[in-house]
Antibody, heavy 119, light 107 residues
Framework: QLQLQESGSGLVKPSQTLSLTCAVSNGSLSSGGYSWNWIRQLPGKGLEWIGYIYHSGSPYYNPSLKSRVTISVDRSKNHFSLKLNSLTAADTGLYFC???????????WGQGTLVTVSS | DIQMTQSPSSLSASVGDRVTITCQASQDITNYLNWYQQRPGKAPKIVIFDASRLKTGVPSRFSGSGSGSHFTFTITSLQPEDIATYYCQQYDDLPYTFGQGTKLEIK
């Protein structure tokens, strides 16, 4: 069964850059037809889709975050990454990576990683 | 962006009850709607896709219906393990957007 696992900086200072990686195991992110997504859950709020990338390297970002986000893929390491810059306390929350299929369904998720923005 | 409005935001029901959650899209999304279950401390899990199709392995007490801009999610006989927050999600247009969630509790 496909597994996704997030890793990266859990505590980040305001104005700095968040860096997270999602490792894909028991499968290849080069499999055609799937998108590789980042989704976050802010305290007291619901789920917010951040963006996706395909194995070919074509990203799409949520316009609300577009100016601060970069998603990249490393096929040799079978992982994809998220960078979010100019962090504020409002970015504190749980960050998930997830696979998206061709029908927009997020069918496999990582367990989530807590990110805290604090000095 | 397409706004997804869920109601109610929270719901308390007894074991065996029928539970219904609604999701309203700000525009026609045909049937491009999914429902997720998020248990406490866990990642969301897909339950219903394409508005009404049950994901393999999900109990048949779960169902979804609707098209256009109005959708419903139903649990026909609530079980203790159904305690979770449920989210709708549209994939008609980017950016993908979610409803704000419905927190389901046992009375």
């Amino acid at each position: 069964q496909l597994q996704l696992q997030e890793s990266g900086s859990g505590l980040v200072k305001p104005s700095q850059t968040l860096s997270l990686t999602c490792a894909v195991s028991n499968g290849s992110l080069s499999s055609g037809g799937y998108s590789w997504n980042w989704i976050r859950q802010l305290p007291g709020k619901g789920l917010e889709w951040i963006g996706y990338i395909y194995h070919s390297g074509s990203p799409y970002y949520n316009p609300s975050l577009k100016s601060r986000v970069t998603i990249s893929v490393d096929r040799s390491k079978n992982h994809f990454s998220l960078k979010l810059n100019s962090l504020t306390a409002a970015d504190t929350g749980l960050y998930f990576c997830a696979r998206g299929d061709s029908s927009g369904e997020f069918d496999y998720w990582g367990q989530g990683t807590l990110v805290t923005v604090s000095s | 962006d397409i706004q997804m409005t869920q109601s109610p935001s929270s719901l308390s029901a007894s074991v065996g009850d029928r539970v219904t959650i609604t999701c309203q899209a700000s525009q026609d999304i045909t049937n491009y709607l999914n429902w997720y279950q998020q248990r406490p401390g866990k990642a969301p899990k897909i339950v219903i896709f394409d508005a009404s199709r049950l994901k393999t392995g999900v109990p048949s007490r779960f169902s979804g219906s609707g098209s256009g801009s109005h959708f419903t999610f139903t649990i026909t006989s609530l079980q203790p393990e159904d305690i979770a927050t449920y989210y709708c999600q549209q994939y008609d247009d980017l950016p993908y957007t979610f409803g704000q969630g419905t927190k389901l509790e046992i009375k």
